[in-house]
């Protein structure tokens, strides 16, 4: 079994990032289990810049395999907003319902509410090789909140071909096809049967 390191303090996110990975062979460690108390800055403005800065970061706390990411909402009508700033569109980090608000009031009379999640890993492995894999999920803002499941904007968020919001579809269901379980299958693909548990 090899170990890997996330890179993030967001008990969201890594949650979800277990339940995905779950039936890989991955021995999963947390940011905090590492005793890691630094906060990465993200100072770059795109999602690979600041996965890729997150990632190096981790790898000097640790001498096994890491893995970062960085999600944004790109909404079309709001020329790609909030995008990399997505989890401070309202000037607070992490105050997502601040950002729920002000995504719906700077859509208030658009008639394209297309939009898309698109979520970036870089994973560094214990050798200190870096990959990148990519993941997207189209869709549409809705009107109005729904749902009380997800995080971030999953209760404004409509997946292409469907008519719940994530925050209505629920965890189990969304981890199936989210952006994050897309870029998690990208990042297997690239790195092949290496971590199959036949291989560890």
Request: glycine share 8%.
């Amino acid at each position: 079994m090899k170990k890997v390191a996330l890179s993030t303090d967001n008990k969201n996110k890594v949650k979800e990032i277990f339940a995905i990975l779950s039936k890989y062979d991955f021995e999963i460690v947390t940011k905090s289990e590492l005793g890691v108390t630094e906060e990465f800055e993200e100072i770059y403005d795109t999602l690979e810049g600041n996965s890729k800065l997150k990632a190096e970061k981790l790898r000097e706390y640790c001498d096994f395999a890491v893995l970062a990411d960085d999600t944004g909402l790109f909404v079309n009508a709001l020329n790609g907003e909030p995008g990399v700033l997505s989890a401070r569109y309202a000037g607070e980090h992490g105050n997502s319902d601040a950002n729920r608000k002000k995504l719906l009031k700077n859509l208030e009379g658009k008639l394209d509410r297309s939009a898309y999640f698109k979520t970036v890993i870089v994973f560094v492995d214990e050798n200190g090789d870096e990959y990148v894999a990519k993941g997207i999920l189209k869709g549409t803002i809705s009107t109005e909140e729904r749902g009380e499941n997800g995080f971030g904007y999953d209760k404004i968020f409509i997946p292409e071909n469907m008519d719940k919001t994530l925050a209505e579809i629920g965890a189990e269901e969304k981890n199936k096809f989210s952006h994050r379980k897309r870029a998690l299958e990208d990042l297997k693909n690239i790195l092949g049967d290496r971590y199959d548990s036949s291989s560890c």
